[in-house]
């Protein structure tokens, strides 16, 4: 094999490795010493000559490297990955989502110290993206550790998530290996049968981050009434119905979500009169709930994310507050808004601004009285707080 090529860090911009962070911007790339396509290993040094690190080149990208490994004598192969992967799968071990037909994210790309590939498991049926050069490039090795170490049915590939095209990637998706694809796969969550469509829903087919805040929603609803928004397949609502919720209300603008959100509450023996499926756009439906007159004992708010690049983050912001203040006009006394924001950018001090003049415009006054975040199987790696995006309030109107 051919020397690697390396990566010389523009002088004085090494400090965000020496803390780990995996990420090279195109900016504090100095030069590269030799030759390396797209996706290739390359040894990355500071200025002086100092190493750093091994990561995976991408000359698409303004993300021009992202670093596999910081120690000096670790090879990127095979037994390189097979380890990141076990480690992976230990840490779902141990928290104890690994039982036979759950579901939970197995790998989650840098907090997982293995950039740009997510790995999400349902039962049987392992799920894969690539989402970015280095990951790409070491597709083959990653799926043959994944086969050896978990055996799973099916191996299938989604990786048709848009920030592939910003690594100058195009789509793919398909069974990559064993049995073919079922059209639906089933899995359990909090004991409740789930539906997923790995094909063709959202990400890799379910909101695997949501799963603890699905069973938190769900103890405070006995009795209540629920307006689940954006409810997708009807997670919440599965678990607010089992919990007693006297009635349930799923908004979505997808058809599809909502054909399978009805399927999901018959498969757990809950479809029926306390369950409506809506299909419209949560923000025409609320406004008219409002002049209507409704009110709800507990509304979830948990929107697509509203900002993906820091130029969206004003128009994100409006969006967030307009349907929140709507969500506080519509709660009962004594309500309870469950609002959530998925949204990196947004961070958790402006989201819980927002959500402050929400409540000020809608005249009620509210207290948290519980913050929520993403699911311990979407780890935060400390060096990369980017890895932090999905976060909740729990707000009691009185
Ligand atoms: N709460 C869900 C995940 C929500 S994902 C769960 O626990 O599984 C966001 C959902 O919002 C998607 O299903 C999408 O179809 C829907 N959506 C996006 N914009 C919308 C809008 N303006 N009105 C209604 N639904 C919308």
């Known amino acids: ?10 002088r004085g911009r090494e400090k965000s490795l020496l803390r780990m962070h995996p990420w090279i911007f195109s900016g504090a790339v100095g030069r590269l010493d030799g030759e390396a396509p797209a996706g290739a290993t390359v040894v990355v040094r500071a200025f002086d000559g100092r190493f ?19 120690v000096e004598d670790e090879e990127i192969d095979a037994p390189f990955f097979r380890r990141r992967l076990t480690a992976a799968v230990a840490l779902r071990r141990d928290l104890g989502l690994m039982g036979e037909g759950e579901a939970c994210r197995l790998v989650n790309g840098e907090s997982d110290y293995l950039p740009g590939v997510i790995i999400d498991r349902y039962g049987a049926v392992v799920v894969c993206q690539f989402l970015a050069a280095g990951a790409e490039a070491a597709r083959e090795t990653i799926v043959d550790a994944l086969e050896e170490l978990l055996r799973p049915a099916t191996i299938w590939e989604r990786s048709d998530a848009e920030v592939r095209k910003k690594e100058g990637l195009r789509p793919r998706t398909g ?27 959202h990400k890799t087919g379910w909101y695997l981050d949501q799963r603890d805040n699905r069973r938190v929603v769900a103890a405070m609803t006995n009795g209540k009434s629920l307006l689940n928004c954006f409810s997708y397949t009807g997670g ?19 058809e599809a979500a909502l054909a399978l959100a009805e399927r999901n509450a018959a498969l757990n023996g809950l479809a029926g009169p306390r369950l409506l499926n809506h299909r419209a756009d949560v923000f025409q439906l609320l406004r008219e709930f409002r002049d209507q007159g409704r009110k709800f004992d507990r509304i979830v708010l948990d929107p697509p994310k509203f900002a993906e690049a820091k130029q969206q983050l ?12 709507l969500a506080f006009e519509l709660l009962a006394p004594g309500g309870i808004l469950f609002t ?10 402006l989201f819980q601004k927002i959500v402050a003049d929400a409540a000020l415009d809608g005249r009620r006054a509210a207290r948290i009285i519980g913050q929520l975040g993403q699911a311990a199987d979407h780890p935060v790696a400390l060096p990369f707080p980017e890895g932090a995006y999905l976060k909740g309030l729990i707000c009691r109107a009185e």
């Open 175 to 201: 069974l990559v290996r064993g049995r073919d694809l079922p059209e639906l796969v089933e899995i359990r969550e909090h004991g409740h049968r789930f539906l997923v469509d790995v094909r063709q829903g």
């Open 236 to 254: 919440f609502a599965v678990g607010a119905l089992a919990g007693g919720a006297e009635k349930v209300v799923n908004v979505d603008a997808s």
């Open 314 to 325: 004003a128009g994100a912001a409006r969006g967030y507050k307009d349907i929140n203040r």
């Open 1 to 10: 094999m051919s020397n690697p090529a390396t990566l010389i860090i523009a």
């Open 52 to 70: 750093l690190g091994r990561g995976a080149w991408s000359p698409a990208s303004q993300i021009r490297a992202r670093l596999w490994s910081f």
């Open 340 to 349: 959530f924001s998925c949204s990196g950018l947004m961070e958790p001090a």
